[in-house]
């Protein structure tokens, strides 16, 4: 069985030797470009995150206000458990759970509604950074550009091309 996989391993190693060989014979030109690092290190996506964060920002602090109240019930509850009346320790179970509801739906919104923004915030860095790749493309007479690769050669990858290219974007 072993003897099978690297004899297929070998018929795949030259048959896609083969396949560059006669790509590059042809005279086509092919780049690859991370998504991946576009949308971590490109200014636009940079300045997207930013903008995230700085809109949410507010909620977020709302967030760990609420869950902050909610612990510090939690351990009035726990410490003072023995000496508090009937009254107070229902009281205070009551907000406690009153906060933990509240807690719950405002995180479920928080990771909705950022999600959102995310996706319309990275759908705007996409059709940037496509631009700019269509516009190397054309500029260095590439024939193929790829987004999504199992394996590229790092002779092939123009992704720190199209970063510098959104630099001023």
């Given at each position: 069985?072993?003897?099978?996989?690297?004899?297929?391993?070998?018929?795949?190693?030259?048959?896609?030797?083969?396949?560059?060989?006669?790509?590059?014979?042809?005279?086509?030109?092919?780049?690859?470009?991370?998504?991946?690092?576009?949308?971590?290190?490109?200014?636009?996506?940079?300045?997207?995150?930013?903008?995230?964060?700085?809109?949410?920002?507010?909620?977020?602090?709302?967030?760990?206000t609420t869950s902050e109240s909610a612990r510090g019930i939690q351990e009035k509850i726990a410490k003072e458990e023995l000496t508090?009346?009937?009254?107070?320790?229902?009281?205070?179970?009551?907000?406690?759970?009153?906060?933990?509801?509240?807690?719950?739906?405002?995180?479920?919104?928080?990771?909705?509604?950022?999600?959102?923004?995310?996706?319309?915030?990275?759908?705007?860095?996409?059709?940037?950074?496509?631009?700019?790749?269509?516009?190397?493309?054309?500029?260095?007479?590439?024939?193929?550009?790829?987004?999504?690769?199992?394996?590229?050669s790092p002779r092939l990858d123009i992704t720190d091309k199209v970063i510098e290219a959104l630099a001023d974007k």
């Amino acid at each position: 069985m072993g003897r099978v996989k690297i004899f297929v391993a070998l018929l795949i190693t030259i048959a896609l030797s083969f396949f560059q060989q006669t790509t590059y014979a042809d005279g086509s030109k092919i780049g690859f470009v991370s998504t991946d690092r576009v949308f971590k290190e490109s200014a636009p996506a940079v300045r997207a995150q930013q903008k995230l964060q700085k809109e949410f920002a507010l909620r977020e602090k709302e967030i760990k206000t609420t869950s902050e109240s909610a612990r510090g019930i939690q351990e009035k509850i726990a410490k003072e458990e023995l000496t508090m009346n009937a009254r107070d320790k229902q009281a205070a179970e009551l907000e406690l759970s009153r906060l933990t509801r509240d807690l719950q739906r405002m995180q479920r919104e928080f990771r909705e509604e950022l999600n959102l923004r995310k996706n319309e915030e990275m759908k705007i860095v996409i059709e940037i950074a496509n631009k700019a790749i269509i516009e190397i493309a054309s500029r260095e007479n590439f024939d193929l550009i790829l987004q999504e690769a199992v394996y590229r050669s790092p002779r092939l990858d123009i992704t720190d091309k199209v970063i510098e290219a959104l630099a001023d974007k």
